[in-house]
């Protein structure tokens, strides 16, 4: 297993972690020098904010740990291609690449729909996709299907 897929594999324990939530299952690692400084999880639901995505979580944490906002030399591993708004953090924290794992056809900024990364702004990521995709793909298309057979069900 690459170094990449060991960070991807913890950010799908996240996901994993999420989904047991009743949470769109998305986990996220950020890491700096070989150390993870940031960890989340979709929290949507649980605290009751758009705003609360895997990302967002991760970044906040890795903003803590480092006392800083400037993500430079981060590495952010995410299940799922970032959304606009997870795009736009990404952009303002500065990090320096992004890791997904599954393409999101619906709210893909990083190639799905279109690729925020691709514009004019600073300090844009370096970009890489399909990273443990299959695993990836697997807990969410799983959880949606749990959801619609749990709704079949009423």
């Keep these: 297993m690459t170094r990449q897929e060991e960070y991807m594999a913890r950010a799908l324990a996240?996901?994993?972690?999420?989904?047991?939530?009743?949470?769109?299952?998305?986990?996220?690692?950020?890491?700096?020098?070989?150390?993870?400084?940031?960890?989340?999880?979709?929290?949507?639901?649980?605290?009751r904010s758009a705003l609360s995505h895997a990302e967002t979580e991760a970044i906040a944490m890795a903003c803590?740990?480092?006392?800083?906002?400037?993500?430079?030399?981060?590495?952010?591993?995410?299940?799922?291609?970032?959304?606009?708004?997870c795009a736009g953090a990404i952009l303002n924290a500065r990090i320096s690449r992004v890791w997904y794992g599954a393409r999101d056809s619906a709210f893909g900024a990083c190639g799905g729909v279109f690729n925020l990364f691709m514009e004019d702004f600073p300090h844009p990521p370096a970009l890489v996709g399909g990273i443990l995709e299959e695993a990836c793909r697997t807990v969410l298309t799983d959880f949606f299907r749990a959801l619609r057979d749990g709704a079949d069900d009423s």
């Design 14 to 47: 996240l996901a994993e972690e999420a989904a047991a939530a009743g949470e769109v299952p998305v986990g996220c690692v950020i890491v700096k020098d070989g150390t993870v400084v940031g960890c989340g999880r979709n929290r949507r639901e649980e605290k």
């Design 64 to 85: 803590e740990t480092l006392c800083s906002w400037r993500l430079d030399g981060c590495e952010l591993y995410v299940t799922l291609e970032p959304c606009p708004m």
